[in-house]
Protein backbone atom coordinates (compact mmCIF):
# COMPACT_ATOMS: atom_id res chain seq x y z
CA UNK A 1 0.00 0.00 0.00
CA UNK A 2 2.79 2.65 1.21
CA UNK A 3 5.47 0.88 -1.39
CA UNK A 4 4.46 3.41 -4.35
CA UNK A 5 5.10 6.36 -1.72
CA UNK A 6 8.61 5.66 -1.60
CA UNK A 7 10.86 6.02 -4.72
CA UNK A 8 13.10 2.99 -6.04
CA UNK A 9 15.97 1.71 -4.28
CA UNK A 10 19.33 1.57 -5.75
CA UNK A 11 21.90 -0.95 -5.81
CA UNK A 12 22.70 -0.29 -1.82
CA UNK A 13 19.14 -0.57 -1.23
CA UNK A 14 18.42 2.70 -0.24
CA UNK A 15 16.07 4.80 -1.79
CA UNK A 16 19.17 7.65 -1.81
CA UNK A 17 22.83 7.58 -3.22
CA UNK A 18 24.72 6.47 -0.14
CA UNK A 19 24.26 5.94 3.68
CA UNK A 20 24.10 9.20 5.58
CA UNK A 21 24.10 6.97 9.08
CA UNK A 22 27.67 6.97 8.98
CA UNK A 23 28.61 9.89 7.80
CA UNK A 24 26.46 11.65 10.48
CA UNK A 25 27.50 9.38 13.01
CA UNK A 26 31.20 9.94 12.41
CA UNK A 27 30.64 13.70 13.52
CA UNK A 28 29.06 12.40 17.13
CA UNK A 29 32.02 10.26 17.53
CA UNK A 30 34.78 12.66 17.11
CA UNK A 31 32.73 15.33 18.96
CA UNK A 32 32.39 12.57 22.16
CA UNK A 33 35.73 11.95 21.46
CA UNK A 34 37.57 15.47 21.58
CA UNK A 35 34.93 16.87 24.89
CA UNK A 36 36.28 14.12 26.71
CA UNK A 37 39.45 14.81 26.07
CA UNK A 38 39.19 18.32 26.45
CA UNK A 39 37.81 17.90 30.02
CA UNK A 40 40.74 15.61 30.65
CA UNK A 41 43.44 17.72 29.41
CA UNK A 42 41.01 20.72 31.17
CA UNK A 43 41.48 18.57 34.41
CA UNK A 44 44.79 18.39 34.58
CA UNK A 45 46.00 21.12 33.34
CA UNK A 46 43.32 23.37 35.11
CA UNK A 47 42.75 24.95 31.59
CA UNK A 48 38.88 26.07 32.77
CA UNK A 49 38.14 27.18 28.84
CA UNK A 50 38.59 23.46 27.63
CA UNK A 51 35.31 22.84 29.59
CA UNK A 52 33.81 25.51 27.46
CA UNK A 53 35.12 23.59 24.48
CA UNK A 54 33.75 20.48 25.70
CA UNK A 55 30.42 21.50 26.63
CA UNK A 56 29.33 22.51 23.63
CA UNK A 57 31.12 19.54 21.68
CA UNK A 58 28.41 17.40 23.96
CA UNK A 59 25.93 19.82 23.25
CA UNK A 60 25.67 19.24 19.42
CA UNK A 61 26.80 15.28 19.89
CA UNK A 62 23.81 14.81 21.80
CA UNK A 63 21.53 16.42 19.26
CA UNK A 64 23.40 14.60 16.08
CA UNK A 65 23.24 10.97 18.03
CA UNK A 66 19.06 11.28 17.52
CA UNK A 67 19.92 12.19 13.74
CA UNK A 68 22.26 9.14 13.69
CA UNK A 69 19.73 6.95 15.44
CA UNK A 70 16.89 7.58 12.81
CA UNK A 71 18.97 6.95 9.84
CA UNK A 72 20.69 4.05 11.62
CA UNK A 73 16.83 2.58 11.93
CA UNK A 74 16.07 3.17 8.51
CA UNK A 75 19.28 1.82 6.80
CA UNK A 76 19.32 -1.08 9.22
CA UNK A 77 15.39 -1.40 8.24
CA UNK A 78 16.60 -1.31 4.43
CA UNK A 79 19.44 -3.66 4.82
CA UNK A 80 17.97 -6.72 4.66
CA UNK A 81 20.09 -8.61 6.88
CA UNK A 82 20.92 -12.33 6.80
CA UNK A 83 21.07 -14.61 10.05
CA UNK A 84 24.70 -14.03 10.95
CA UNK A 85 24.31 -10.13 10.76
CA UNK A 86 21.82 -10.17 13.03
CA UNK A 87 22.88 -10.36 16.13
CA UNK A 88 25.44 -7.86 15.47
CA UNK A 89 22.92 -5.38 14.29
CA UNK A 90 20.77 -5.81 16.99
CA UNK A 91 23.70 -5.27 19.51
CA UNK A 92 24.37 -2.06 17.61
CA UNK A 93 21.00 -0.97 17.62
CA UNK A 94 20.22 -1.24 21.03
CA UNK A 95 23.72 0.26 21.96
CA UNK A 96 22.84 3.00 19.62
CA UNK A 97 19.50 3.87 21.67
CA UNK A 98 21.15 3.44 24.93
CA UNK A 99 23.94 5.79 23.67
CA UNK A 100 21.49 8.31 22.88
CA UNK A 101 20.11 8.16 26.35
CA UNK A 102 23.54 8.48 28.31
CA UNK A 103 24.68 11.25 25.96
CA UNK A 104 22.19 12.99 26.74
CA UNK A 105 22.23 12.42 30.50
CA UNK A 106 25.97 13.27 30.67
CA UNK A 107 25.02 16.58 28.63
CA UNK A 108 21.69 17.20 30.95
CA UNK A 109 24.62 16.61 34.20
CA UNK A 110 27.23 18.73 32.29
CA UNK A 111 24.61 21.70 31.95
CA UNK A 112 23.56 21.56 35.70
CA UNK A 113 27.47 21.80 36.93
CA UNK A 114 28.23 24.24 34.08
CA UNK A 115 25.02 26.67 35.18
CA UNK A 116 26.64 25.81 38.94
CA UNK A 117 29.90 26.88 38.44
CA UNK A 118 31.52 26.45 35.11
CA UNK A 119 34.98 26.28 36.19
CA UNK A 120 35.34 23.27 38.09
CA UNK A 121 34.73 19.41 36.49
CA UNK A 122 33.77 16.66 39.35
CA UNK A 123 36.06 13.78 38.70
CA UNK A 124 32.46 11.72 39.04
CA UNK A 125 31.99 13.43 35.58
CA UNK A 126 35.51 12.43 33.85
CA UNK A 127 35.22 8.63 34.84
CA UNK A 128 31.52 9.02 33.21
CA UNK A 129 32.81 10.54 30.18
CA UNK A 130 35.52 7.67 30.02
CA UNK A 131 33.29 5.25 30.64
CA UNK A 132 31.37 7.11 27.81
CA UNK A 133 34.12 6.65 25.52
CA UNK A 134 34.25 3.11 26.31
CA UNK A 135 30.74 2.48 25.01
CA UNK A 136 31.74 4.72 21.86
CA UNK A 137 34.68 2.55 20.88
CA UNK A 138 32.58 -0.77 21.19
CA UNK A 139 29.75 0.86 19.62
CA UNK A 140 32.40 2.03 16.11
CA UNK A 141 33.86 -1.62 16.57
CA UNK A 142 30.10 -3.27 16.17
CA UNK A 143 29.45 -0.76 13.12
CA UNK A 144 32.46 -1.01 11.53
CA UNK A 145 32.06 -5.23 11.51
CA UNK A 146 28.76 -4.78 9.83
CA UNK A 147 30.12 -2.95 7.02
CA UNK A 148 33.43 -4.87 6.81
CA UNK A 149 32.70 -8.61 7.63
CA UNK A 150 29.11 -8.38 6.86
CA UNK A 151 28.91 -6.05 4.45
CA UNK A 152 25.66 -4.38 4.33
CA UNK A 153 24.18 -2.01 1.76
CA UNK A 154 27.46 -2.60 -0.16
CA UNK A 155 26.90 -3.71 -4.05
CA UNK A 156 27.63 -7.32 -3.53
CA UNK A 157 25.88 -8.09 -0.82
CA UNK A 158 22.88 -6.25 -1.92
CA UNK A 159 23.12 -8.27 -4.91
CA UNK A 160 23.16 -11.84 -3.37
CA UNK A 161 20.67 -11.15 -1.35
CA UNK A 162 18.28 -9.86 -4.73
CA UNK A 163 19.73 -12.88 -5.88
CA UNK A 164 18.88 -15.40 -3.84
CA UNK A 165 22.03 -16.46 -3.04
CA UNK A 166 22.96 -15.30 0.29
Known sequence: MFENLLPPLNEHNLPYPDTIHPIVVHFV?????????CDVVGYLTR??????????????????????????????????PYD??????????????????IISALTGWRYVIRSHD?????????????LLLGLVFFQTYLGDKL???YGLHTVPVVDAIREGTL
Request: glycine share 6%; hydrophobic share 65%.
Open 84 to 101: AAIPVLNLHTLLGWSLAG
Open 47 to 80: NVRLYEVSWWNMFFATISIFIAVIFGQVEAGLSE
Open 118 to 130: PKQLPFPYLLAGL
Open 147 to 149: VWV
Open 29 to 37: IAMVIFAVL
